[in-house]
């Protein structure tokens, strides 16, 4: 079903928001549909295509085809989401006529699936060699989710000068009025608990929460406990056997709560429920948890790799090398020093208010679209 209105001469302009795979709970699927309902309330003329939609939104797009006359007007803009080699996708950026921004959501280095799944790994290849190919294309903009995402496209001979950062919109504010799930904010008052949260992915850093765990756990004599949210991919279980059987090796039993699949209100109730937000993360782009643990005043301890001190600035106790027990040691400070913790949750709801709430993204991508589509 198409997504054009009827009334296309009283819109600002035309926009077209490309994306391989269209789905909800995805962070890719989040910021396009994000675009598409802010840049339609901002007067401008948005549609989405897709190669593959969930029916969740079906109604408002239209199915990619290469042939589109879309891509024919010079005076439209195409924001093409990149995070994954896209045969179609590159067609279309090939041959249209449309100005365009590169949305990138950065693709995991491959080594890190090395072990677990030969899908993966060629994915992620094939993906970093379309970064390259991507970033010669000549006359685009790219807009990084992150500086850290921008500059790996800059360092690829993409020009500087037409580069560009805006965050991805997001569903926190969603997240925030979900009702308390009374199971997890009831069952886990006995503890200091500790969240990260991240799918079961290798570049995700599990081994190196168990292991500050572990480390924790010789620092303090409060009890304390884990909680390690994110969603199960059946193609990685390899991966999450190896967590499991590090964590036996570690002797960690009862410290460590596995949530593989959790609905909002369980997550807005696991943010609630902890102490400290911990984020060892070998490998990300933006990293939204971040952002979510800031709105929900959760003081943060990080380690500050790829985009994760980028995300976090100042809102937490951040890292700049791992060490596990310096990163206990940053735990057991916010626990048994309330009124470090909060400090850093004053710190963290205050970045989130001015750099990473869902209005001041917004005013960042009309920004960006403006002067896109003035050039």
């Known amino acids: ?45 948005a549609r989405l295509f897709a190669q593959h939609i969930h029916a969740a939104y079906a109604s408002i797009t239209t199915i990619a085809n290469a042939s589109d006359s879309s891509w024919d007007d010079p005076k439209a803009l195409l924001i093409y989401h990149h995070a994954i080699d896209w045969e179609l996708g590159e067609e279309i950026l090939r041959k249209t006529k449309n100005t365009v921004a590169i949305k990138y959501h950065n693709v995991t280095p491959p080594n890190f699936f090395a072990n677990y799944s030969e899908f993966y790994y060629w994915a992620c290849v094939r993906g970093r060699e379309a970064n390259q190919r991507l970033a010669q294309l000549p006359n685009t903009w790219v807009w990084g989710d992150s500086q850290y995402n921008t500059d790996e496209f800059v360092q690829l001979g993409h020009t500087a000068e037409r580069a560009r950062v805006v965050a991805p919109l997001h569903h926190v504010e969603d997240l925030m009025a979900e009702p308390f799930d009374n199971v997890i904010t009831g069952a886990f008052r006995d503890s200091a608990n500790i969240l990260f949260v991240g799918g079961m992915r290798p570049n995700k850093g599990h081994a190196k ?11 303090t004599s409060l009890p304390i406990r884990l909680f390690l949210v994110g969603n199960f991919d ?17 002797d960690l039993g009862d410290e460590v709560f596995f949530a593989r699949s959790v609905d ?87 970045r989130y208010e001015e750099v990473f709430h869902i209005q001041a993204i917004k005013r960042q991508l009309i920004s960006l679209v403006e002067e896109a589509m003035q050039k």
């Open 264 to 350: 909002g209100s369980q997550l807005r109730s696991y943010y609630m429920a902890s102490s400290v937000f911990l984020c060892v993360s070998e490998h990300e782009g933006f990293c939204v948890p971040l952002v979510e643990a800031m709105a929900f005043r959760v003081p943060i301890v990080a380690w500050a790799t790829t985009a994760v001190g980028e995300t976090a600035g100042d809102s937490g106790i951040i890292y700049n090398q791992f060490d596990p027990h310096d990163m206990a040691a940053g735990i057991a400070q916010v626990i048994e020093n309330p009124d470090l913790g909060r400090e850093l949750s004053h710190r963290g709801r205050k």
């Open 234 to 250: 059946s193609n990685l279980a390899r991966y999450t056997d190896d967590l499991h059987e590090y964590m036996r090796h570690l």
């Open 1 to 45: 079903m198409t997504n054009g209105p009827s009334k296309s001469a009283s819109f600002k302009g035309r926009i077209h928001i490309l994306v391989p795979t269209f789905q909800p709970h995805d962070a890719v699927g989040n910021d396009a549909a994000g675009m598409y309902h802010v840049l339609r309330a901002a007067g401008y003329d």
């Open 209 to 219: 929460a168990l292991e500050t765990i572990v480390a924790l756990r010789e620092q």
